[in-house]
């Protein structure tokens, strides 16, 4: 019903920008809430950050002060700005969003060099 597709992953040198982009196709209407999580090897699945429609927006403690999220409803994308960026940022982030169940993107690549 809602397909995820994500990009702008890469590699960065610490203290580096990258901005991850999502768009969704497919029931994209009825979406409420969209975000971000990410994986780092050997570790559980974190949310980074979330938004939805009407504007209000959480961070995890981990990135807050140096990500933001953003959404373009007319472009049916959802953005992650990242800013400042550490090593422990490295993971894989998937994109997901909220209808009536959660569904996923295939998930982007970030690395982030010492």
């Known amino acids: 019903q809602v397909q995820l597709v994500e990009s702008g992953g890469g590699l960065v040198q610490a203290g580096g920008s990258l901005r991850l982009s999502c768009v969704a196709s497919?029931?994209?209407?009825?979406?409420?809430?969209m975000g971000w999580y990410r994986q780092a090897p050997g570790k559980q699945r974190e949310l980074v950050a979330t938004?939805?429609?009407?504007?209000?927006?959480y961070y995890a403690d981990s990135v807050k002060g140096r990500v933001s999220i953003s959404r373009d409803n007319a472009k049916n994308t959802v953005y992650l700005q990242m800013n400042s960026l550490k090593p422990e940022d490295t993971a894989v982030y998937y994109c997901?969003?909220?209808?009536?169940?959660?569904?996923w993107g295939q998930g982007t690549q970030v690395t982030v060099s010492s």
């Open positions: 497919g029931s994209t209407v009825t979406i409420n809430t």
């Open positions: 997901y969003a909220y209808t009536f169940r959660a569904y």
């Open positions: 938004i939805v429609s009407g504007g209000s927006m």
